[in-house]
Antibody, heavy 119, light 108 residues
Framework: QLQLQESGPGLVKPSETLSLTCTVSGGSISSSSYYWGWIRQPPGKGLEWIGSIYYSGSTYYNPSLKSRVTISVDTSKNQFSLKLSSVTAADTAVYYC???????????WGQGTLVTVSS | EIVLTQSPGTLSLSPGERATLSCRASQSVSSSYLAWYQQKPGQAPRLLIYGASSRATGIPDRFSGSGSGTDFTLTISRLEPEDFAVYYCQQYGSSPQTFGQGTRLEIK
């Protein structure tokens, strides 16, 4: 059974870079059928897709965040990562990683990790 | 960007009743590329429906999806206690993929 697990600092200072990693277990991140994505959810609010990556390194991002986002993949570790630069309090959210067919629905999801932006 | 508007914001029903949740898109969703998710407090969203009407693996048949174009519906035929949660729709036919703001289904 495929499982995803987010990890990274729970507290980031304003103007710094948020960095998270998603570790995939129970399956290979190099599957030719799937992309790997990041989605976030501010406390008490809705969901926002951040961006996605294919195992080859091909990426596509939400235009609203594109200038600040980098997603990368490490197939040797079965992991993919998110970097979000110049964070502000508005970036405080639960960050989820998830698998999806190309430009498609998300399933399964990781449990999510709360990142708070505060000095 | 396609904006999805879900209604009602909150739906108060009793177990055993029928729930009808709406998701309206600001422009047509190509090929009915619409999904529905259920989210319970402190948990990640769970996929219920994809392709507007196909149930995901393991989803009970009391959940059904319908619609096309700009109007989509999630129906729960007979509410079970575990169905009370927040429901989100997502369109993936146009980039960027977007989510609705959610409908909270609460026990009356």
């Amino acid at each position: 059974q495929l499982q995803l697990q987010e990890s990274g600092p729970g507290l980031v200072k304003p103007s710094e870079t948020l960095s998270l990693t998603c570790t995939v277990s129970g399956g290979s991140i190099s599957s030719s059928s799937y992309y790997w994505g990041w989605i976030r959810q501010p406390p008490g609010k809705g969901l926002e897709w951040i961006g996605s990556i294919y195992y080859s390194g091909s990426t596509y991002y939400n235009p609203s965040l594109k200038s600040r986002v980098t997603i990368s993949v490490d197939t040797s570790k079965n992991q993919f990562s998110l970097k979000l630069s110049s964070v502000t309090a508005a970036d405080t959210a639960v960050y989820y990683c998830a698998r999806h067919p190309e430009r498609s629905w998300f399933d399964p999801w990781g449990q999510g990790t709360l990142v708070t932006v505060s000095s | 960007e396609i904006v999805l508007t879900q209604s009602p914001g909150t739906l108060s029903l009793s177990p055993g009743e029928r729930a009808t949740l709406s998701c309206r898109a600001s422009q047509s969703v190509s090929s009915s590329y619409l999904a529905w998710y259920q989210q319970k407090p402190g948990q990640a969203p769970r996929l219920l429906i994809y392709g507007a009407s196909s149930r995901a693996t393991g989803i009970p048949d009391r959940f059904s999806g319908s619609g096309s174009g700009t109007d989509f519906t999630l129906t729960i035929s007979r509410l079970e206690p575990e169905d009370f949660a927040v429901y989100y729709c997502q369109q993936y036919g146009s980039s960027p993929q977007t989510f609705g703001q959610g409908t909270r289904l609460e026990i009356k």
